[in-house]
């Protein structure tokens, strides 16, 4: 097979085919995800890395037998395209600082470090005051209704998809994402 070279497509384009593939396809979905959150933080570990892939593409999407293998394969295939770029991708066990991470990078990308700075810009101090005087009952409350709120939005987001479903079937699916993601 010829290997085609996209360097020179705009990237808006080879995004898209990206997206694309990422759907059609759910190695190249998980290797995308593990690539995004190497590029962004370092020092994660195997299991924690699985976690966050699994809360993108679901429970068991590393497969339900062999995925300790799935993992590995996926990550060669990660540390091959670091490589490309001149990255190098390792593994630190170290009691400080352990998990992959790549070489001579800080432990956050500066992209995902403003990120973080932006977001903690906005929080507001009188908002956080008033969380800190609510009672333990109270907070509890409160997350109860912000956790009864995004099912709510998930379950209206599934009906959308699939208007043919009721609103318990779609009630019960999105408890279902919730509880095995």
């Known amino acids: 097979m010829k290997t085609v070279m996209i360097r020179d497509l705009p990237r808006k ?3 898209a085919i990206l997206h694309d593939a990422m759907r059609r396809d759910m190695t190249t979905a998980r290797r995308a995800i593990l690539l995004q959150i190497l590029w962004n933080e ?7 890395l699985i976690a966050r ?5 679901g429970k068991g999407c590393f ?4 995925w300790e293998d799935t993992f590995y394969r996926d990550m060669r295939m990660v540390k ?4 490309a770029e001149n990255h190098v991708l390792e593994y630190s066990r170290s009691k400080q600082r352990n998990g992959y991470y790549l070489k001579g990078q800080p432990a956050l990308s500066p992209e995902f470090q403003q990120m973080i700075t932006s977001s903690v810009g ?10 800190q005087s609510l009672s333990p009952a109270d907070r509890f409350r409160q997350g109860c209704v912000i956790s009864d709120t995004a ?3 998930v379950a209206y987001r599934i009906l959308q998809e699939n208007p043919n479903l009721t609103l318990q079937e779609a009630n019960r699916m999105a408890l279902q ?3 095995t993601a």
């Not at 370092?42 to 924690?48: H, I, P």
């Not at 892939?53 to 593409?57: M, N, P, Q």
């Not at 091959?80 to 490589?83: L, P, R």
Request: charged letters at 30%; proline letters at 3%; aromatic letters at 12%.
């Open 13 to 15: 384009l080879i995004e």
């Open 42 to 48: 370092r020092y994660l570990t195997r299991a924690q």
């Open 53 to 57: 892939v699994e809360y993108s593409l």
């Open 63 to 66: 497969g339900n037998s062999a």
């Open 80 to 83: 091959q395209t670091f490589q």
């Open 122 to 131: 906005e929080v507001d101090p009188r908002q956080m005051d008033i969380y």
């Open 151 to 153: 099912r709510k939005v």
């Open 177 to 179: 994402r919730a509880y």
